[in-house]
Structure formats: C-alpha cells, structure tokens
C-alpha cells in the first residue's frame, strides 16, 4: 500500500474508492473518529473554561477526555507514520506530528497535543474526502452503463445478459428510454440518441442504420438493433473512466515540485528542532527551548504544501470530465495551463470529415434535381469517397447501364439510353460554366463536371464542410491571445479556403505524418504548443506538443493514445472551454503553494521566539489547510 507525502494511506483500488463516494460523511469512519476526537477535546475545553475542572473528579473528567481526543486523533495518522518509517524508510510529515504530540506529552501539555492530533487528523479526512468527491464525477460514469442488456440470439430469440459479458459482433435490442450497453453500430431502426452525459451535447442525435452510437446514450425513440463492436467492458465510457483514473495517479509538476521541498524539508525540520533544543538548553532554561523546538517542528510542517497541489489537480481533472474534457494527467493539465499557441488539423478536426455536396451549378434548361439524379445514377456504382456525397443529395435515382469507371478522370454510362459522364473538369470540359467552377474550386470545393448526350449541363462541388462553431472558436482562441495554425495534408487551395472561412491566417499544407511533427517542433521554439487532431497522421504531432488533444475519446486508437487530454464529444467549442479551466486550475495551484511557503517562513520564527504558543501554531496551520483544501476544490468549478 502507498502512502502519501503526509504518511497517510490512499485509497488501495477503484472498488474501494467508490464504496468511500457512496457513503455520507457521517457514514465515514476515517471522518468520524476526528470528529470525536474533537467532541472530547471541546468537553475537556469546556469543563476547563467554565472552572468546573477545579473540582478533583471533573478534573480527572477533563483529563480524561483530552486523553481520549489525542488517542482518538493520532489514530489517524500515527499507524501510517511509522509505517512509513519502518518499511518505507521515509520520513513523512505524520512522523513531525507524532513526534510533535510525543513531546508535547512528554512536557505534560496534553490538551495542546490533544488540538494537534484533533486539527491534524480532521484536515486529513477532510483532504480524503475532497479527494472522493473530486474522483466521484469521474466514476459516476460507470453508472450510465446498464447492469444488463437484450441481445438476439441468431435463432432471432430476445434474451438478456450481463453487460460484461457482451462482446463485439452481438445483436443488441435497444428499447426506448434505455442506455446502451455498448458502442455498436445501428443496424435496424430509426431513433434519436441523448448524447448528453457523454458528450455534453445538448440536441438529440439522429441515429440509423449505418451510424455509431456510444455507450451510456439514452434511445428515446423507437427501437434500435446495434451490433456491438466493443464488449461491455472495453468501451467508449469504460475507457474514459479508465484514463482519467490514470490521469489522477499521476501528478503535475508543480505537485512533484511540492514533492521536492518536503522531502528535505522534513528531515531538516528534526534537525533544527535538534539544534534549537540543544543550542537552547545549553544557553538558557532546557524545559522552556525543548518546548519551543517541539512547537518549531509543528510550525514548520509542509502538510500544506504537500496537499495544495494534488487536491487542485484532482479536482480540475475530475471537473474537466464533467463537461466533455477527459485530462490523461496532472502534468498535462499544468501545461494546458500555459498553453498559448494551437496548431490544428483541418479534416475531422476543424471539419466535420463527411464530404457533402455545397453547390450545383447548372446550365440553361436544366435544373440542379436533373444534374443530381443523373450523377447519382452513375455514382452508385462508383467507389471514389465523393460518390457517397452526390448520392446521399439525390437518394433513389435512375437505373443506369454499361457504367465504367475511369480512374483518376470519372465515370461513364448509359441513362434512360442517353450517355452520362461524370468527372473532374481537368477531363470533361466545363464550357460555359468554366469561371463558377473555378471560383468554387477556390472556395476549397472538389468540383466534377456532368455531361448528358456529350453536352455539359452542370456541374457539382463538393467539401468537407466547416464543423459547427470553427470560426467562432478561433475568434475566441484570438480574443484570449491564443495563436493558431492549420496544420493538413490536404491540398494547399482547399486549406487556405477553409482556413479563410474560420479566421487562420496561418497554414502549413501538404503535410505528410512527419511533416507535421517537425512543424509542430518549430513551433515549440517559441510557444507552449497545443496540437489537436483525430486520425493516425496526426499522432507523431500529437506526440510531439507540450500538450496533444484528441478531437473525440472514440476516434483514432493512435490518436487518443499519443494526446495528453481528449473531447469525449466532436464539439471544437470545448477548445477555449479547456484552456480556461486549465488556467482558472493553475492560478489556483499557485495560490495554494505561495499560501503554504508564507506559513513555512512566518510561522516557525514565530514559535522560536515564543510570540505563538503550540496551541495556536496547530490552529493557524490546519486551518490553513482547510482553506488550501477548499481553494483546491474551486478548480472542479466551471467558469465559461
């Protein structure tokens, strides 16, 4: 089992976490013996402030209860300590306060080793809890996952199983006002799909055969038969889950950073407590200077400083993944943090990737319906990606025969007995239409020319249309002094067009896998880079950034394996969500930190020349780690 900075024992597995997010507060014994602690020591306080205690029972009483308290507290945090020690051979900040306690007792002030324990043991389980409630967005992910879900069996009967034992190639009825169980792809069915605790999209999808659905989306409509293509333990949520989990594990610079100054700070607290009781006894009065070489080492305890970094990176990460930005670790999300130039992929990323007919131009005498439909007669019988484009804008056209396709040129063919031609206007000339094909070739379009009877009578352009949003996330990357650069391997005319139209002045085209690495490296030179892409080509890029985005934790394996945060949705809106957030997160950390070193150096001089008195160092310093615990917990806020 590890141990943290503190000395104190971490939950051991996720099935552990989660039974510690099911329970309340007053449900949590690691939060309940603090608070009994702190029950007996204000009966002790009590019978003591009122003169009761003056009486030789109650004193007895009042001595008893701050007994109680200090056992109770150090129950908390001296087991991990000396484990720690014994089999880690550490020291952790828990030993500074077990010794601390010790020698309070030893110098017969058992009340103000009883506040120690209590304050030190209640900042503990309050830190484990914000720790727990920082984890439980993440983990209620898990709940959008049915326990069970109808499969057909290939006899056609309906039976129900187990989501874990679902796996790939599976029928799966899907009911309305039921969740997936899995990613699968429709195969019978019309419906729409509440993607909204997945991807944060609010309007309903429109799902049919063919189409992707995700685990944990809501069918609302109709019935669905998805084949499964993940099991129901390796999906699209699981593997969410699965890297944030990941994410938490690891901690950010700034965390290793806190790391660094408690581990020698540690050690040289005993040491100069050592030094200042013995230089002391020697000079003065040994009771008084051991007394203050015991307060010293409690004032000089980096607890807070040890916490204030992980409790903000968990809770920014745990409150990321709330609305759609999955951070893989807390390096990452401190790097997003200072990110101030974006390089980004243009296909799938700042377009939606699915081709769709933008313009048809025609001829006189005839209409864009006549153009369509003659085109999709041959296009059906086509392979090229832009043939799905043409026949999903005229679905149901003629019959056409004697079709051949000429690679590189077009296609040919025979309708309603007149010849058809349809290809790009470097093989089939564009007659009259010549300038809109060039000016639509300009705006980035793919354009083919349409002939019927050897006579040109239209032509249709085709583009990965602009997502959603493009151009108002680069205006708003721009407004926050956020640089960006397209980065493509699409041809230099069509980049620049798209790169128009969405507000980049910057474009790099033409660029193979490497390419984009090597640009992203020449970035770097003089920004903190972002890149974010989807595909295989993108992930040397990805790679190679301070931080790398996948645009959609579903899309490219490569992908989402080489970025440092993922959009679980395809919304670029999410883009200047995140780097807010990460930036909100990073000032939190550095309040935190100059908070914890300000105590560091005020309060031990404090203590050495007795202007503060043990009790009073044990309260200022937990409570300040109660305000560093809660100022960690504002990074889950979202604040757009």
């Known amino acids: 089992m590890s141990v943290d900075a503190c000395g104190c024992a971490p939950g051991s597995d996720t099935a552990a976490g ?36 003056d009486q030789a029972p109650l004193s007895a009483v009042a001595l008893a209860a701050f007994w109680g308290s200090l056992l109770l507290g150090t129950s908390q945090f001296v087991p991990g300590a000396l484990r720690m020690l014994l089999v880690r051979r550490r020291l952790g900040i828990g030993l500074l306060m077990t010794i601390s306690a010790t020698g309070a007792v030893a110098l017969g002030h058992v009340e103000e080793a009883a506040a120690l324990a209590f304050l030190y043991s209640i900042a503990e389980a309050l830190e484990d809890r914000a720790m727990d409630k920082a984890r439980s967005g993440l983990r209620s992910l898990l709940s959008l996952l049915p326990n069970s879900a ?18 790939p190639g599976q029928l799966i009825r899907v009911a309305a006002g039921t969740r997936l169980a899995t990613d699968g792809i429709v195969r019978t069915g019309h419906s729409a799909l509440d993607t909204s605790a997945i991807t944060g999209e609010s309007i309903p999808v429109e799902a049919g055969p063919g189409d992707e659905v995700l685990a944990g989306s809501v069918n609302t409509t109709g019935v669905l038969e998805v084949e499964a293509t993940a099991s129901g333990t390796e999906n699209s949520l699981t593997t969410v889950v699965r890297l944030v989990e990941e994410a938490q594990a690891e901690k950010g610079k700034r965390a290793r950073l806190a790391d660094r100054i408690a581990s020698p700070l540690v050690p040289g607290v005993l040491v100069l407590a050592a030094l200042i009781a013995a230089v002391g006894s020697v000079l003065g009065e040994p009771v008084e200077w051991v007394t203050r070489a015991i307060i010293v080492l409690v004032a000089a305890s980096p607890c807070a400083l040890a916490i204030s970094v992980p409790i903000t990176v968990v809770s920014a990460i745990g409150g990321g993944s709330r609305f759609g930005v999955i951070i893989k670790s807390g390096a990452a999300f401190e790097r997003l943090g200072r990110v101030n130039h974006l390089a980004v992929d243009k296909t799938g990323t700042l377009t939606r990737n699915q081709p769709t007919v933008s313009a048809v131009l025609t001829t006189p005498g005839h209409s864009e319906q006549q153009v369509l439909t003659w085109a999709t007669a041959l296009e059906t019988h086509s392979t090229h ?33 007149r010849r058809i031609a349809v290809g790009n206007p470097r093989w089939l000339t564009s007659g009259p239409l010549a300038r809109q094909v060039a000016d639509l070739e ?33 205006a708003a990357l721009a407004a ?85 945060v993922a959009f679980t949705g395809e919304d670029i809106r ?14 939190i950390i550095n309040q935190n930190i100059i908070l914890s070193l300000v105590l560091i150096a005020v309060l031990p001089p404090l203590a050495l020349f007795g202007v503060i008195g043990l009790a009073a160092v044990v309260l200022v310093h937990e409570l300040a780690e109660v305000i560093i615990i809660l100022n960690g917990l504002r990074a889950a806020g979202r604040r757009l």
Do not use: F, Y
């Open 574 to 587: 999410l883009l200047p969500q995140a780097l807010a957030h990460a930036r909100r997160g990073r000032t």
């Open 385 to 417: 990606p832009l043939a799905a484009a043409i026949t999903a804008a005229a679905p149901g056209g003629r019959h056409a025969a004697e079709v051949v396709e000429l690679p590189g040129q077009g296609i040919t063919g025979s309708v309603e007995n």
């Open 18 to 53: 989660q039974a510690v997010d099911a329970r309340r507060w007053w449900q949590d014994r690691s939060v309940l013996i603090p608070l009994a602690s702190g029950l007996l020591l204000g009966t002790g306080w009590v019978l003591e402030w009122t003169g009761v205690a």
């Open 150 to 167: 109808t499969i057909i069996d290939d006899d056609g009967t309906p039976r129900q199983v187990p989501v874990p034992s679902l796996v």
């Open 442 to 474: 300009q705006r980035g379009c793919t354009v083919v020319v349409v002939h019927h009877s050897g006579q040109v009578v239209g032509a249709i352009g085709v583009r990965d249309e602009l997502r959603d949003g493009a151009a108002e996330t680069i």
């Open 480 to 564: 926050e002094g956020v640089g960006v650069t397209m980065l493509t391997g699409d041809n230099a005319r069509t980049a620049r067009a798209l790169a128009t139209e969405a507000g980049i002045t910057e474009v790099q085209a033409e660029l193979r896998p490497e390419d984009k690495a090597e640009a992203i490296a020449a970035l770097r030179r003089h920004h903190q880079v972002a890149m974010i892409g989807d595909g295989i080509n993108d992930a040397p890029a990805l790679a190679s950034a301070d931080v790398g985005i996948a645009m959609g934790a579903t899309g490219s394996d490569a992908a989402v394996e080489s970025a440092d």
